[in-house]
């Protein structure tokens, strides 16, 4: 399995378009690594490609990775997107993988029907076969096969995590277990877990035991640094912060603990960790958690 | 008036994600100007702007431009949204300006009713006043307000331009006169006409005689080009190709009999114009009329 970061940055990116908070000034101004919105690519064999969440930055995703490119003609090596939810930034950039493209796409029931909601996704169903929908179901090893009908050499696990519906949704539909998932991705020899959002990690004991590598949720360093900004409490927006406070341990404990090569990805601009020199950055690195950059080969 | 070009590629941008043509290959290789989804930022005092589209690319977009990001904290200084179509490469980056930010947003009945269609749009309507919609009347010119409640000092004119309905609303609504328009910005000094996507000139005749400069839908330079790869012709795309063919003039000679300095944008990854020395920029330069860059200043 070969495993790439395209985007380790929360919702908004980072800069993000209407902020200039210190870490925002910094990335701006060269004095911290730009960071574009959460998504990666795997591949069992560098030639055909599936996307862990399609993110709004997806085209200059695409345009930075040489082996996510076309060769000749028409037709991308991306055969395939897996979703973690149905939050717009996972999911807004399924409608720029347009152009009569096939796409096969891999998700839960609850975000499936969640997209089938938007009269966006007509776009991707012009022609018959354009848009092939697989539902995974929890908690069960699923083969990827490509839009191109032929296999992946991949599976896909996904399994419930604790979380939030998207803004989009709230109000209109009923949480269900679904609605969020961490995904565990295995190839021939290795197994990339991938979990961006998560609110607890109470029930994820076992969850990634397996895995030769994790990609986690960073949003957050401290439960209070967005609300410092007017905005709402880690914990009220469904993201663990990574260090402990009043409300209990964060996720860095829970990592550090895991004994699986960890990454923090889905980073906030508020987030310190962005920021070189930073204490937040040595404390983390500090228990042997890494922290996710743009363009990143988790496995090689 | 300032008006800068932030996006001057059709939908799909140049490159395109799944397109290895020669034109794309030569904005990979760096030997064509890469440029991203149609959209301009006009603004009357340098300080408040407003989006004339909102790309899929705004978030790289808006980055790109010094002027148009936060100087301290939160707040942009993008104050309104006006659309020329219910396009996803004119609408889909409304979705991208999340994260609280109030946003006056400008458009036809018929443009405005086919967002709120959108599920997604409840995105942008988390809170009362993040969102205020302003239908535009035809042919009046609406004073433009931001979405502080202040005058921009910019008026703004729709005026009905032949073409075909979104593919995602294809089918599902009646086309209607506003569902594509073109738009005049006027300040006190000078105005900026933009027609990004035109399917024929046949009653244009005077609709930009007062305008000081035109962008103008510059999607194919044939009818049959993007057939060629196994597409549609641009006439059944609903864009009048620049060349003249066996249908009848293209626009070019339209744009060149104007008297209004004009230029193309909105400019597909087919197209050779794009394409350095090539024969066919030759021939739109030599009628004076220009082809729109990324980051072009119209009007400084």
């Known amino acids: 399995v070969r495993a790439r970061v395209l985007g380790s940055a929360a919702g908004g990116g980072f800069p993000q378009w209407n902020c200039a908070c210190s870490g925002c000034q910094a990335a701006r101004a060269g004095r911290a690594a ?9 591949s069992a064999d560098g030639d055909r490609w599936v996307l862990l969440n399609a993110s709004p930055d997806v085209r200059a995703q695409l345009e930075g990775c040489p082996a996510l490119l076309p ?14 939810s149905a939050d717009l930034d996972h ?4 409608f720029s993988l347009r152009e009569a493209q096939p796409i096969a796409l891999y998700a839960t029931r609850e ?4 997209l089938t909601r938007s009269i966006l996704l007509r776009t991707l169903q012009r022609s018959t076969g354009q848009l092939v929908m697989h539902e995974l179901a929890l908690s069960t090893a699923t083969p990827l096969v490509g839009a191109d009908g032929r296999s992946l050499g991949l599976t896909v696990t996904a399994v419930p995590v604790p979380g939030k519906l998207p803004p989009h949704l709230a109000g209109i539909t009923e949480a269900s277990a679904g609605d969020q998932v961490a995904l565990t991705v ?3 020899s290795r197994a990339l877990a991938y979990a961006p959002c998560v609110a607890s990690v109470s029930d994820l004991a076992g969850a990634f035991a397996d895995a030769d590598a994790l990609l986690f949720d960073g ?10 900004m007017g905005g709402q409490s880690a914990r009220a927006m469904a993201h663990l912060p990574i260090s402990a406070g009043p409300a209990g341990p964060g996720s860095l ?3 550090a603990g895991l004994g699986v090569p960890a990454f923090y990805t889905h980073i906030n601009n508020t987030n310190p960790i962005l920021l070189p020199g930073s204490d937040e950055l040595a404390q983390v690195l500090a228990t042997g958690v890494r922290v996710a950059e743009d363009g990143l080969e988790v496995f090689r």
């Open 34 to 42: 730009p960071r574009t919105q959460d998504s990666v690519a795997v």
């Open 71 to 84: 060769r000749e003609g028409r037709g991308s090596p991306v055969q395939a997107v897996v979703l973690t």
């Open 253 to 255: 404990a829970y990592l």
């Open 219 to 228: 949003t957050f360093f401290t439960d209070g640094e967005l609300a410092a």
């Open 186 to 188: 295995r190839g021939a």
């Open 91 to 94: 999911t807004l950039g399924l």
């Open 111 to 114: 975000v499936l029907a969640a």
